[in-house]
C-alpha cells in the first residue's frame, strides 16, 4: 500500500474509534466533534535554502536552491481526543544541480549529494488522546525525538523529514519518572516517497525512561530494539544509559554529559557483533556571556572485520560528527570523535563554531579533521537566517569536502 493512503487508513481508523468510543465529556468539555475541528489552529511555513558542495573527486560542485513549503492544523480536543496533520511540499528553484540520494535524482549522479529531493509528502497525521495531564497517546504518523536525538531522532535538517508510523505512548510516572514508549511499524526517511529507501517496514519497540534525581540531575536508562524488514545491517538491539546535570560554578554553570550503550545484532541482521558507545563532555557557560564545550565521542568498531561496528539508523546524524555529513554511517574501525564547541552572541546574532578530530577506535585509522562555523539571528517575529560552513579535511577516510549554507525560514 502507498504510504500517503496507508497513514490515511490510520487517521480513518483512529477517528472511527474516537467517535466510538463510549467516553462522556468531563465538565466543562461542551464542545462538539465539529466544535472541535474547527476551533483548531492552522500553520503556515516555508524554508527556503541554498546548499553548496564542493567535495574531491566530483569536477563539479554541487548548487542547491530548494525550499520547502510546510502547512499543517491542529483540531481542538472532543472528548480528550484531537487530531494533526502536516503536508509539506519541497520544491527546485533555479538551481538544481546536485544529486538528491537514493535514486530520486538519476541524471544527476555526476553531482555531490545533497539530499532533499523534490515532491510533496504527508509529513504528519495522527490522533493524539490525553486521558489526563500526566498521560498522551498518540496514534499515526508522527515525530519521534529522544533525547538529544543521537538514537532516535526527526533529521530535521534536511528538507524532507523524517517521521514515523506507529503508536507511541507518554506517560508521567511515579515520583519524577517520565516514560516514553514507541512501537513502529514504517520508517519513512527523508528519501522520499519515490524510491524504495524511501521507506523501511520495520517491528521496532523504542522505551526510554528520564528519572529526575534532583532539581539539577537526571538519568535515562532506554532500550531501542529494532528489527528492519528492508535493511537488514540496521537491525539492532541499544540498551544505554544518559546522565546529564549542571553544577554551579559562582554566577555561571558547568552542564555535564556521560552517556554509555551497548549494541547487539538481531534478527535478520547478517553479522554477529557487539560494540560499545561513550558520550563524555563537559561545557562551561558565563551567565549573560559565551559557552565553551569540550567532548569526546566513540562509536565501537573492528579493525580485522567488516560490518561490525556501532551504528544509528534512527539517528539525526547531521547533528553529530561535524555537518560535512561524512560518517552517516559508522566506519568498519569505529569513529572517535574529540570536539570542541564555542558558542556566543554578537548583537543580534548567535555564533557557534566547533573543531572536531576524528580517528578509529580499534586499530590506527586517522579519519581527519573538521571546523564548523554558524551565524544565525531572528528577523522580526516571523522570520530568521541562518548562515553555515563546514570544512572536513581527510587523512584516511573519505575525501576533502566544503559545505555552505545560506537559509531563511518564515511561519504565519
Request: glycine share 10%; proline share 3%; no cysteine.
Amino acid at each position: 500500500m502507498n504510504s500517503n493512503k496507508a497513514g490515511a487508513a490510520v487517521l480513518i481508523v483512529a477517528a472511527s474509534t474516537l467517535i466510538a468510543v463510549p467516553t462522556f465529556a468531563q465538565e466543562g468539555e461542551d464542545q462538539s466533534l465539529a466544535g472541535a475541528i474547527s476551533s483548531g489552529k492552522a500553520t503556515v511555513g516555508f524554508r527556503y535554502r541554498y546548499e553548496m558542495v564542493d567535495q574531491d573527486g566530483f569536477a563539479d560542485n554541487a548548487n542547491a536552491s530548494t525550499v520547502r513549503l510546510r502547512m499543517n492544523y491542529k483540531t481542538g480536543s472532543f472528548r480528550k481526543w484531537s487530531a494533526f496533520g502536516e503536508f509539506d511540499y519541497v520544491g527546485e528553484l533555479f538551481l538544481n544541480d546536485f544529486n538528491s540520494l537514493g535514486g530520486s535524482s538519476p541524471d544527476r549522479d555526476q553531482y555531490p549529494v545533497v539530499a532533499d529531493p523534490k515532491g510533496p509528502d504527508l509529513n504528519q497525521l495522527y490522533l493524539d488522546y490525553d486521558p489526563n495531564e500526566n498521560t498522551k497517546l498518540r496514534f499515526g504518523r508522527q515525530r519521534i525525538l529522544l533525547d538529544n536525538q543521537r538514537f532516535v531522532g526527526g533529521v530535521g535538517w534536511r528538507q524532507n523529514e523524517q517521521t514515523y508510523d506507529g503508536i507511541s505512548f507518554d506517560m508521567k510516572a511515579v515520583g519524577n519518572t517520565q516514560f516514553k514508549y514507541a512501537y513502529v511499524t514504517a520508517v519513512r526517511r527523508i528519501n522520499g516517497d519515490d524510491v524504495s529507501a524511501g521507506r523501511h517496514d520495520t517491528d521496532a519497540h523504542l522505551l526510554n525512561a528520564s528519572v529526575k534525581i534532583s532539581d539539577d540531575w537526571k538519568v535515562t536508562p532506554y532500550y531501542y530494539r529494532i528489527d528492519n524488514k528492508d535493511a537488514a545491517a540496521a537491525s539492532t538491539g541499544t540498551f544505554g544509559v544518559r546522565l546529564v546535570g549542571d553544577v554551579a560554578v559562582g554566577d555561571n554553570k558547568v552542564s555535564i554529559v556521560a552517556e554509555f550503550a551497548n549494541q547487539t545484532d538481531i534478527t535478520n541482521n547478517p553479522v554477529n557483533y557487539d560494540a560499545d558507545y561513550l558520550n563524555i563532555g563537559a561545557t562551561y557557560a558565563m551567565k549573560d556571556g559565551p559557552s565553551f564545550g569540550i567532548a569526546y565521542e566513540s562509536l565501537g568498531g573492528d579493525a580485522t572485520a567488516a560490518g561490525m561496528s556501532f551504528r544509528t539508523p534512527l539517528a539525526t546524524l547531521h547533528a553529530f560528527q561535524g555537518w560535512a555529513d561524512k560518517f552517516l554511517g559508522t566506519p568498519d574501525q569505529g569513529i572517535n570523535d574529540l570536539f570542541a564547541t564555542v558558542n556566543f552572541k554578537a548583537g543580534k546574532w548567535n555564533l557557534t563554531g566547533v573543531y572536531h578530530d576524528f580517528s578509529a577506535e580499534a586499530g590506527s585509522g586517522d579519519w581527519g579533521t573538521e571546523i564548523d562555523l554558524s551565524a544565525g539571528r531572528s528577523l522580526g517575529d516571523r522570520y530568521g537566517l541562518l548562515l553555515k560552513g563546514a570544512f572536513y579535511n581527510a587523512d584516511q577516510w573519505a575525501t576533502d569536502t566544503n559545505k555552505f549554507w545560506v537559509m531563511l525560514t518564515g511561519s504565519y
